[in-house]
């Protein structure tokens, strides 16, 4: 049976396939230890958990506008405006399950065929499968290790042409936890205003930064009115399977972009926005808090990967991944997060779960509890040490 173009060649995402691995290890009675997922380990905010169990009891289980429900299309603007020192206006938001719908439905609502689109290698797997089922053309920047993991600006200016139509950053990133300086988001700005192309900014990980508040492109001159910023409640509030994200665009771009949502998932679910208020407008101290902790577990995992001989990692300034360079092991990635899973019982991402960009590196999640860090650190100096043995 023939399908199109724009699925046939759509792939897994990384983290969810190497998760069904380990759960079959699992399942024959192997002890894994989960680094591959990225999702808090702490559970939702208790306050927002009970505002939204309050919503359902109350009846607000129901359809609702598809754009969101204006009390957190109200909340949102003003509280992602006041962050990244901008002006938001509530018609600019757009509602969605999950921050992939923000991603997604821009994407469709830009990008026509043969149209091309900038994007980090290495980068997160969802950016190449917009861009291909929009039938745009992918273009992959180069992320340098030198840089902190930033566009190699070089390589970005050298990729833009007539038909460049959008850049997607992300940052914090996924998977190497780097943060864009203002100087290279400033000259991405730049060229969108030379060329006229729209700016998709990532910014899931925004409030996960350890060295004060992270930059927003859509803060620059004249970018607000180019730019798509995508956010969500996932990382910040522990939300991963409450599934509520959002978008900041103009509005004419809003609209057309409510329309796809009207006609693919007609609303996201009122008590779970209902929660979302909550987590907006409630003590944001609990934030703080988990953002000291994954920042004691950063520095214990950097410190434990440099330890291992063959093993070099930078300390991440956002999110909660660590991309550690593994190529002086001789071990391909895609081998070594196999045989970590297998031998170790250790589940990591290979670098090339995220782009060809990734070979050299693998990508392991703090977001779990101190023990299970100090395990894995010790299983993967044990398998490394082993395999030196090995092989002479």
């Known amino acids: 049976m023939k399908f199109t173009r724009r699925v046939e060649g759509l792939e897994a995402e990384g983290a969810y396939a190497v998760l069904a691995r380990a759960q079959a290890l699992e399942a024959q009675g192997r002890e894994i230890l989960h680094l591959e997922i990225g999702q808090p380990d702490f559970p939702t905010f208790a306050h927002i958990s009970l505002s939204g169990i ?54 469709l609502a830009i990008v026509e065929p043969g149209d091309e689109v900038i994007y980090p290698d290495p980068g997160f797997p969802t950016y190449a499968a917009m861009i291909a089922v929009a039938g745009g053309v992918p273009i992959p920047v180069p992320l340098s290790e030198k840089k902190n993991f930033s566009f190699d600006l070089e390589a970005f200016d050298a ?36 060329h006229n192309f729209w700016i998709m900014s990532d910014e899931i990980y925004a409030r996960l930064s350890y060295e004060g508040p992270v930059p927003s ?89 440099n330890a291992i001989p063959g093993v070099h990692c930078q300390r991440p300034q956002g999110a909660f991944y660590v991309f550690p360079n593994i190529s002086k092991t001789g071990i391909s990635s895609k081998e070594l997060a196999q045989r970590l899973l297998d031998e170790a019982g250790v589940a990591v991402l290979a ?35 082993s395999y030196r043995q090995a092989v002479g």
């Not at 359809?63 to 901008?86: K, S, T």
């Not at 693998?362 to 894995?376: D, M, Q």
């Open 351 to 385: 670098g090339t779960d995220f782009g060809a960009g990734g070979e050299g590196y693998l990508r392991l999640c703090y977001a779990t509890s101190p023990e299970v860090i100090e395990n894995a650190l010790e299983r993967v100096a044990n398998f490394l040490n």
């Open 159 to 194: 990729r833009l042409s007539p038909r460049t139509r959008l850049v997607i950053v992300n940052s914090p990133a996924n998977p190497t936890g780097g943060v864009m300086p203002l100087e290279d988001l400033e000259h991405i700005a730049a060229a969108a205003r030379e």
């Open 217 to 305: 492109i859509a803060a620059l001159p004249e970018m607000a009115e180019r730019t798509v910023i995508v956010d969500g409640f996932s990382k910040t509030y522990a939300m991963t399977g409450w599934r509520l994200g959002y978008a900041i665009m103009p509005v004419e771009l809003a609209e057309r972009v409510e329309l796809l949502l009207t006609h693919s998932i007609g609303c996201t679910a009122t008590f779970t926005q209902a929660a979302g208020v909550d987590a907006l407008t409630g003590d944001q101290r609990m934030v703080d808090e988990v953002v000291d902790e994954y920042r004691r577990r950063r520095d214990r995992i950097v410190d434990g990967l």
């Open 54 to 107: 309050n919503a359902i009891t109350s009846g607000k289980t129901r359809y609702n506008p598809p754009a969101g429900i204006p009390a957190l299309r109200v909340a949102i603007a003003r509280d992602a405006g006041e962050r990244r020192g901008i002006s938001v206006l509530p018609s600019q938001v757009v509602v969605g399950p999950g921050a992939k719908p923000g991603l997604f439905f821009p994407t």
